[in-house]
Structures are given as C-alpha cells and as structure tokens.
C-alpha cells in the first residue's frame, strides 16, 4: 500500500510532541515513563486494543479457551481465521501448525532451501508481549558482549558488560526482580560489591530441590550441574503495590494477580504523570524523512475500529524525536514500509542490516519420570524457579553454542499438554502420551491412582540455546500477503547455524545425564515431520520457539554494518532511536527483557538530556 | 424420569466411572453450582437422547445390585454408551466436552468447570492459573492424595 496523506487525526492535532513512541510494551514504557518523569511530553501509538480495565477480562478468555496457548487470552482471537482479515495481526503459536498456510500463519515462512519456521511469537495489544511472558530476569553474561572478538562466532556487541551493570540494576528495580545474589554464583562479577536486587529469590520448588540434592558434585563438560534459583520479576514479597507471587502456575499465558511484573506497571506509572497520552487502536504504517535533513519529519498512522474491519481514519505523528518500540519483527516491518524513491531499501537502512540477524533462543525440549519413589509433585509454584546457568559462558563456546536449562514446575504441560493428554489416553485406550504403553482402559480409582502415580513424577527441562548473528536469516516485506489494512505481512527467512545446532547436541546430551543422574526415565521424543526438524551430524532434533525475537535492527560500532549505534540511535537518522531485542547484535542465553529495559533505561536518558538542551 | 432422578442417576453414574464420590464431586452445598453446570454441558453436547440412554442403563444396572466399578465397566463396553460415559469422565476431569471418540477440538464448558475439573486434584495441585494455595507451599510436598480425593465408599 502506498502511504496515506498526512491529515491529523483528533490526538496529534497540531501537536508537537517532545517524543512520540511507537509502541506501549516494556520498552516504550519505560521511556515513556522516564521522560514523563522529566516533565516532557510524550506520545505513545499503539496498534493494539487498550489495556483493559481489569485483568479478569483476559481471565476469563483465558478459562474458556479450549487450548491454553500463549495468545489464548489476548484478543482477537486468532484461532481458525485467516490473517488477512486482521487489522493487527501477530505470530502466534497456533500459526506454527499452519506455517505453510498463509492463510494461517500471520508470518509468511520461506521454507525453500532447507530453511525452517521461526518460531517464536509476540503480542500486539497495550501492554505488549509482556502479558504473556514467563518474568525470568537474568543478565546477560560478560562473554555475551564478545561472542566474536572471544569465541569467534557471530558479533559483538559495542558495549562491555560494564557498561550495563548500572542499568541492569535500575530495570531490577522498575521490574521488582526477587533474587538473592548469593544464589548467583556461576559467575564473577556480575555485580558490584553490596549489590541486592528489591527482593529476595522466589522459593525454589520441591522439584528444585529434588534434582539439587541428587545433582550434588555432579560434573557435565567440567561444569557443575548446580541449579540457581532464577532471578525473575515475580513478587517475593509486596511490591509496588502488586502482591506476592502464589503459585498459580500460569506466568504464561497470563499471571491471575499481577504478582508478575508486566508492562502496564510502568505503563501506568506514566500516565499518571499527566504528560504521556496513548493512542490505542492506531497502527504506525510509515516513517517520513525530511528530505533536506535526513531527520524523521513524522510517523503516520493508521486508526481502527473494529478489529477486522479495516481502517477508520489516518493521520501523522509528529516530535522533535522518535523512538520505535513495536518489537523485534514489527519494528523492522515499519522500516522497510517506509521505502520510497529516495530510500528503495528503507528508513534507517543505508546498512542493509534492518530485518537481517534475524535470532531467537531455539528451544530444546526434553521431559522424563522420576522414579515412583520419588515423586517431585509438580504443577505447583510459578511455571518456574530455578536454571542450570553453568554453560552459559565457557570455553566450549568456540565449538559450540551456550545454553541454559530451564527447570520447568508444570509437569509435561509444555511437552504433552498435560494433564489432558495421559487422561485422555487412559480413558480412550491410546498411547499418545507414551505412558500407556499396554493401551490400557482405566475407570474409577484404578484411573485415579494410575493417573496420580504419573502426574507427580514429572518435569522437562527446556533449553535455551545461543544463536549467531546471521544477515541471511531475516525479516522482509511479503507483498502479496497483507494484513487488513493493506500493510504488507513479514515474510521470515531463517535458519539454524551450524553452532546452534552443535549448541543442541550438546543440551541433548547434558539432559539425558541429569535424567540419568537423577533416576529418572526419559520420554523426549523428536517428530521427523514436524517442519522445525534438523539434523547434526545425523542426531535429529525438533525445536521451539522461545519468544525471545532479536537482533533484526542490530546496534554496532560501524554505520556501514549496523542499524543503530550503542546509543540506540539509528545512524542514518539524528533524531530515530529503536528500543527493544531487534538491537541484540549477539543473544548470549539470557532472556532478553531485562536487557532490553536496562537499554531503553540508557536511551530515555540519552533523549532527556538532548532535550533538555 | 423427571429432572431429580436424572440429576440423582448423574451423579451416580458420574461417581462409578470416576471413582471419585458423589458427595465430592457434586458437594452437598453447591455454592458454584457445579452439579448444574457439568449436568448441563453433559446433557448439551451429548444430546437429550444419547443422555437419557446412558442415565437409563445406570439406573437398570444399579437396580441389579452392581458395584460402581462393574456399572463402569459395563456401561464403557456398550457400544452406544461407551463414548458418551468416556466423554463425561473426561468432562468431569478435565473441564472440557470431547466429542465422542475424539482427543481433539474439545468445548470449554465454562470457567467454572474448568476450574474444577478433577485432574488438577488428582495431581496433588490446583488448575493453573487458579490455586488457592499458600504462598511458597510449592517449596514441600502436598498433602497427600487422599486429602484432595477421599475414595469412593464401596455400594
Ligand atoms: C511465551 C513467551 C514467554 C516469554 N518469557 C520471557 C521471559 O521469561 N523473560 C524474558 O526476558 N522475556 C520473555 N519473553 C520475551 C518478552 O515478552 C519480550 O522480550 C518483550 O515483551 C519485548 O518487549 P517490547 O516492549 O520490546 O515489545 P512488546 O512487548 O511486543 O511490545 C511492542 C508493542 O508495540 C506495538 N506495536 C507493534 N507494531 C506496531 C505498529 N505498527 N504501530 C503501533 N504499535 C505497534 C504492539 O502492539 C506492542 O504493544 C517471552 C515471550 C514469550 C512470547
């Protein structure tokens, strides 16, 4: 679609904004919120439907959805609709049985030339992907930041650890991280002498403590199989007004009590201050560059009403200064829509880079039994509390990619469904959870009993393994596929490197050790049909998406390399900054929203000073 | 059968293919009106005949003298009422109503049922996104099975 003309809608009227942000997840957020705090005025847009009033809106959909997928309680419902007749569309996890189905899949995935599906998934509502995410709050590692000058993979990053040690610990406080330091001892250095996050570590589970116990001196690639308790932005105790985290067992899709941390924390933080104004409902379609300048001169947007009727309106944004907050595939599409004679390439594209490098943390799942006399009693406590951090930053990283183990309290929830499918199985007589091998048909305490027997004995462990950075994996513009405003779909390009995949041999090979270790009987399976299937050195394996997208705007030392610079101001544009993952010039194994806050920390107070000029 | 016996003859049937007890699964006050609405969603998805069959041969077989697992038994093996009493086990269970003879596309009866169905029990937790538990309690075992689920008194 070509640009629609520039007539103001009602809210930007005339209006010229210190900052307009594109964007009301935890990174327009927190810069929304900061500069607020200094008395400047903000405008946020925001593609999606409002925050609601009350959670128990999204509750309520979440309850009544019959598979609890992360998007279940997230409108509008995308199950069995095409993504065309969506104003706003999105990744999300039912698309990826559909991924050579466009019309299912919101991405449209090139799986020619042994590629394979990205798979991860992302939020378009106020509030962001945040709703839905599982609140671990790790730093990345001093390593993370030279996975090219150290190990020889990939790039670095601009910036040394160093640097973000303060900002990691303001996004731990705006966040309310609950972690002991002591429990953190993998690494030297993380913190300052002294240093305590606001709150104490969440109680590790019986689980936890189970593998801790039989895990003790136990080595695996001369590193200790020591579980942490993982930091994460999850109430130990009342903070912010917010209540201390139950065990609900559900960080993702949607925490009941906001004991978890989530965007319109900080969201709501900055609308109290009377200067930030959002508009929901209101899709940024294309950035203007003033052609004399080369500054961002306006975004224009495009309003809707009803989800999947079309638009209602349009209009231009305008501010002395931009900052693009709509997340690791969004904020790249936004770019290159914004192409025109001057810039064929795009907005903040004279690199080529905006959309390339396209990363997530693949996923390597893996599920086992205790033995029956040691039952670990899962589906208790948040989804989890505690990692196996030990080979995030080794030397084995020259051969192989870094992972972190995620030690999961929710049963075979996340491999099997349960507890639907071994219920399902034992009343149908089928097998599909492989724990009713003999096909049995049980009723009554017999079912009861068999059931109980297997529901508490089981765990998974999910690995988060480290990409490269990879210009040909990437983000681009699928013109004939569009979403219902005419706006073209991403079209994805991705692939796995050959160190990622060395990455989950080695996660295989570890976890079977730990289930070994422990006594217990492994189930993973791998699906040579499932299109996410590859091999290394002939070992087949399946992965999962993380939901952590990155890198597809990536910050370097160099314009002619990179899209923004460690300020996060694009190169190309005096005035354009991007906050959020699509900076990540290199993964490292930690979750990435802590990072991205501490980074949208250093931004917001990179524009309150040159605003205050 | 008028619409008390065939609540009567439901939880009866529902406690013999369950093995869980009546009094548990439909409590004496029934503030969240679960006997209403598992009754309901039974009666809707499978259809008015196909429930009346099944609530018909529990009564005929109860009226024999049989035990709850030789009632479930049998009732499982008939060919008309097999799917139907799996799909309710599973309803009770789980929250949701299967079509018969199907693991897939099932209809959330409520939040209510899902809030209640029985898995969550039987795993010694509490439905996720729903519990009701004491903070840091994930930290120690629960207790054990019998306190969420008492067996069925043997008829
Ligand atoms: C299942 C799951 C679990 C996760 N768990 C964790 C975890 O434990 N730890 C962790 O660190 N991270 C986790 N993540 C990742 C985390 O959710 C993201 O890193 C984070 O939400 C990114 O924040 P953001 O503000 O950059 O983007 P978002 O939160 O996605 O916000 C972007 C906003 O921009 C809006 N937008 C998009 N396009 C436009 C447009 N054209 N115009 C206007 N507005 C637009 C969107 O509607 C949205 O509100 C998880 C993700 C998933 C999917």
């Known amino acids: 679609m070509q640009p629609t003309s520039s007539t103001a809608a009602p809210g930007t009227d005339g209006i010229v904004y210190d900052v307009v942000i594109v964007g009301a997840g935890v990174s327009g957020g927190i810069v929304a919120s900061e500069l607020a705090a200094k008395n400047l005025n903000?405008?946020?847009?925001?593609?999606?439907?409002?925050?609601?009033?009350?959670?128990?809106?999204?509750?309520?959909?979440?309850?009544?959805s019959p598979a609890k997928l992360p998007e279940a309680p997230y409108p509008p419902n995308p199950i069995n609709a095409d993504p065309s007749e969506f104003n706003v569309g999105r990744a999300t996890t039912n698309d990826l049985a559909n991924v050579r189905d466009q019309s299912k899949s919101y991405l449209v995935q090139n799986l020619g030339d042994n590629q394979t599906p990205f798979t991860s998934t992302y939020e378009r509502v106020g509030g962001g992907t945040l709703w839905h995410w599982l609140g671990t709050s790790l730093r990345l590692l001093p390593g993370d930041f030279e996975l090219k000058s150290k190990f020889?993979?990939?790039?670095?990053?601009?910036?040394?650890?160093?640097?973000?040690?303060?900002?990691?610990?303001?996004?731990?406080?705006?966040m309310g991280v609950a972690c002991t330091v002591e429990t953190q001892q993998y690494m030297d250095g993380l913190y300052p002498p002294g240093y305590q996050y606001p709150m104490p570590s969440i109680k590790q589970s019986y689980l936890d403590k189970t593998l801790q116990r039989s895990l003790a001196g136990v080595q695996i690639y001369g590193e200790p199989m020591n579980l942490a308790p993982t930091p994460a932005a999850r109430n130990s105790r009342p903070y912010q007004g917010r209540r201390v985290c139950a065990g609900n067992t559900n960080c993702i899709p949607i925490c009941p009590i906001e004991a978890k941390y989530d965007a319109t924390v900080t969201i709501n933080k900055a609308l109290t201050t009377g200067k930030v104004t959002i508009l929901y409902r209101t899709v940024a379609s294309r950035v203007n560059v003033d052609s004399l300048d080369g500054k961002i001169s306006g975004i224009d947007y495009i309003t809707w009403t009803d989800p999947r009727g079309g638009a209602s309106g349009h209009g231009t944004a305008v501010g002395k200064f931009y900052v693009l907050a709509a997340h690791a595939i969004e904020t790249p599409r936004l770019l290159l829509m914004s192409a025109d004679d001057r810039m064929p390439n795009g907005v903040a594209n004279s690199s080529g880079q905006v959309g390339r490098n396209l990363m997530d943390h693949p996923l390597y799942l893996s599920w086992a039994l205790m033995p029956e006399d040691k039952p670990i009693y899962p589906m208790r406590g948040p989804i989890s509390t505690s990692g196996i951090e030990t080979l995030r930053d080794t030397a084995h990283r020259r051969k192989w990619a870094a992972f972190r183990m995620e030690i999961g309290n929710e049963g075979w929830n996340f491999p099997i469904n349960d507890p639907y499918q071994t219920p399902q199985d034992y009343i149908d007589g089928t097998n599909v959870s492989q724990l009713n091998p003999k096909l049995e048909k049980l009723h009554g305490t017999a079912l009861v009993e068999r059931l109980n027997k297997l529901f508490i004995r089981q765990f998974r462990i999910a690995n988060l393994v480290e990409e490269e950075a990879n210009p040909s994996s990437r983000v681009s513009l699928s013109w004939g596929y569009q979403d219902r405003l005419g706006l073209p779909r991403p079209l994805i390009d991705y692939r796995l490197s050959e160190y990622t995949r060395k990455g989950f041999k080695k996660a295989r090979k570890v976890n079977s050790a730990?289930?070994?270790?422990?006594?217990?009987?492994?189930?993973?399976?791998?699906?040579?049909?499932?299109?996410?299937?590859?091999?290394?050195d002939g070992e087949g394996f399946n992965y999962f998406g993380a939901g952590h997208i990155m890198g597809t705007t990536v910050m370097g030392s160099s314009r002619a390399d990179s899209v923004?610079?460690?300020?996060?101001?694009?190169?190309?544009?005096?005035?354009?900054?991007?906050?959020?993952?699509?900076?990540?010039?290199a993964t490292g194994t930690a979750n990435p929203t802590l990072t991205i806050a501490a980074l949208s920390f250093k931004t917001a107070d990179i524009l309150g000073k040159r605003l205050s000029k | 059968m008028d619409d008390k016996q065939s609540k009567t003859a439901f939880i009866g049937l529902s406690q013999a293919l369950t093995g869980i007890a009546g009094s548990l699964l439909v409590p004496q006050f029934d503030s969240m009106n679960i006997l209403q609405t598992i009754y309901d969603g039974f009666v809707n998805n499978a259809g008015p005949y196909a429930a009346q069959v099944i609530l018909e041969r529990f009564v005929s077989l109860r009226d024999q003298g049989l035990g709850d697992d030789e009632i479930a038994g049998r009732i499982l093996a008939d060919a008309d009422n097999g799917p139907v009493a799996a799909s309710l086990t599973k309803l009770w269970l789980l929250g949701n109503w299967y079509p018969l003879g199907s693991q897939s596309n099932p209809v959330v009866i409520s939040s209510n049922a899902y809030i209640q169905g029985w898995a969550w029990k039987i795993a010694q937790a509490h439905p996720m996104g729903y519990s009701e538990l004491e903070p840091g309690s994930w930290a120690e075992p629960p207790p054990p099975l019998g306190d969420y689920i008492t067996p069925t008194p043997q008829s």
């Not at chain 1, 217990?520 to 590859?534: M, Q, S």
């Not at chain 1, 923004?564 to 010039?585: A, K, M």
């Open chain 1, 42 to 64: 903000v405008l946020i847009i925001e593609a999606g439907q409002p925050i609601p009033a009350s959670r128990q809106d999204y509750m309520e959909r979440f309850f009544t």
């Open chain 1, 152 to 174: 020889g993979h990939g790039r670095d990053w601009p910036i040394p650890y160093d640097s973000m040690a303060p900002l990691y610990a303001r996004a731990e406080t705006e």
């Open chain 1, 514 to 536: 730990i289930y070994k270790a422990v006594g217990a009987t492994e189930y993973t399976v791998t699906n040579t049909e499932d299109p996410t299937y590859f091999e290394v």
């Open chain 1, 564 to 585: 923004v610079d460690s300020d996060q101001r694009c190169w190309d544009h005096d005035n354009l900054y991007i906050v959020g993952s699509s900076t990540f010039p």
